[in-house]
């Protein structure tokens, strides 16, 4: 069934985690309004006002007493009429309370079934949609902060800026189009490819912000490198507060990758300790490298361990090699309470380097800092907004498709085909130009009741 028809009946769902002392049921669709009089038994119900009524079963049996919401369309989430009924948070009456109102004609909504339709009926586009679901599954301060940005529409404010400045470009190129005897040099004094230039330039500020956001997101993939006994495992334990990897000094503790998830400032960072790299004694150790390699293939950044004072071994220097340019390394020199260093950061032309102690401390923050600084995290990131892998993918087809343009600039039927294609990947990420199937993929991922 496609999408567009989906959505004449009337859904309902739980709104609330169970458990809590309040529950919401929320309910959406046309004509709710006899619903909401028989469940409660009231007549007058006003719009957007709280009701405190009970809830009655088809025997009259009172269910639950509680509070009643009616926001008529189209002023509501939904942009339909959609009802809440709050009563007690526990899971059976909040079920009794879901039953009653299937049985008045309503079905189960599916997952983001409700944000759908708010996109559907214009309530909200589809990058502020998404950032619904972001903010109930933020996994940090930070990313809260940022889907919420996001749900304002800032995000989608940007790209909606893009969007018109392109519209007036694709104008001018089209109307030479239809005209071309009248304006033969029009297009070279309207200098279109400084036009073109400048709109790139945009969509890359834009890209670097969202890829901030999307890293936020996500999370801060990291993996620890290094040869046995170089302390990696030690320093997961020291990031992380807990005493999560076996830490022995004897060579080839860690066999298996070891993960933990910790929060930098509001930022959640994933760490990865994984065996140390040497020739493997037996196929377990072997295949626990081979674990790590391929993990450390796909972070945002590694941190290569080695001791203070003491070469890379041959194994991490191969380990290197292999790793694609454009993952972040960071180079760890750990145990310098052995050799009385100072913790100390130094970036020569982005290779940077720390001297820390994974035993004494000494440098950890040095490491968050850098951390922080690979997700652009600045105390000051007002600007940021949460971004998905999608969005990225859309600014970044948008800007092959100006480069494309700005090849064509002398033959305007191609340079307009260009600029249309650039305007489909922008509309992509507000939801204009987003076939069927890619909405319910993304719909998909909500939770059930939003
Ligand atoms: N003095 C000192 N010892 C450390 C430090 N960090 C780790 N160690 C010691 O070094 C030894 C090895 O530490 P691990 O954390 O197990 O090393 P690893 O890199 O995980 O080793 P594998 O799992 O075998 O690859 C242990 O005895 C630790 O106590 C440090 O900063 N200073
Ligand atoms: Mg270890």
Redesign the pocket.
């Known amino acids: 069934m496609s999408i567009q028809t989906q959505h004449t009946d009337t859904i309902a769902a739980i709104a609330t985690a169970t458990g809590g002392g309040v529950g919401i049921v929320r309910v959406s669709g046309k004509n709710l309004l006899p619903l909401a009089q028989e469940i409660s038994h009231k007549q007058n119900i006003s719009p957007r006002k709280a009701e405190f009524c009970s809830f009655f079963d088809e025997q009259n049996e009172v269910l639950d007493q509680g509070l009643l919401l009616f926001f008529p369309a189209p002023h509501s989430f939904t942009g339909e009429d959609v009802i809440e009924l709050h009563g007690h948070g526990g899971s059976v009456v909040l079920n009794l309370l879901l039953q009653r109102v299937l049985q008045l004609g309503a079905r189960m909504a599916e997952a983001g079934e409700f944000s759908r339709r708010a996109f559907l009926n214009g309530k909200m586009d589809l990058a502020q949609a998404e950032s619904v679901a972001d903010l109930i599954a933020a996994s940090g301060e930070k990313a809260a902060r940022m889907a919420a940005r996001s749900l304002s529409g800032v995000f989608s404010h940007k790209i909606n800026n893009l969007l018109r400045k392109l519209i007036d470009l694709r104008m001018l190129v089209e109307a030479v189009m239809d005209f071309p005897e009248e304006d033969e040099d029009f297009l070279q004094n309207a200098n279109i490819s400084k036009q073109i230039k400048d709109l790139k330039a945009e969509i890359e500020a834009i890209f670097a912000t969202a890829r901030q956001g999307a890293v936020l997101r996500e999370g801060l993939h990291i993996v620890l490198v290094?040869a046995?006994?170089?302390?990696?495992?030690?320093l997961l334990n020291a990031l992380s507060g807990e005493d999560t990897?076996i830490?022995?000094?004897?060579?080839?503790?860690?066999r298996d990758m070891v993960r933990e998830q910790i929060l930098i400032d509001g930022v959640p960072v994933f760490i990865t300790?994984t065996?140390?790299l040497r020739q493997p004694t037996d196929i377990v150790e072997q295949k626990g490298i081979e674990r790590g390699l391929s993990t450390a293939k796909n972070a945002d950044a590694v941190l290569i361990?080695s001791e203070s004072k003491q070469a890379l071994s041959d194994e991490t220097a191969q380990l290197l090699a292999d790793i694609p340019q454009e993952i972040q390394r960071i180079f760890v020199e750990?145990?310098i309470?052995?050799t009385g260093e100072e913790p100390k950061l130094l970036n020569n032309n982005n290779e940077i380097k720390i001297k820390l102690?994974?035993?004494?401390g000494a440098g950890l923050n040095l490491l968050k800092q850098v951390l922080l600084e690979i997700v652009g995290s600045t105390p000051n990131d007002e600007g940021l907004f949460l971004a998905r892998t999608r969005h990225l993918e859309a600014l970044q087809q948008a800007m092959n498709e100006l480069d494309n343009a700005l090849i064509y600039t002398q033959q305007n039927d191609l340079l307009a085909e260009h600029l249309r294609h650039t305007q489909n990947e922008l509309g992509k990420i507000t939801g204009e130009f987003s076939p069927d199937d890619l909405l319910g993929e993304i719909f998909s991922r909500f939770c059930i009741g939003k």
């Open positions: 290094g046995p006994n170089v302390g990696k495992s030690s990897a830490v022995t000094d004897i060579a080839g503790t860690t300790d065996a140390g361990l750990n145990k309470d052995k102690s994974a035993k004494t």
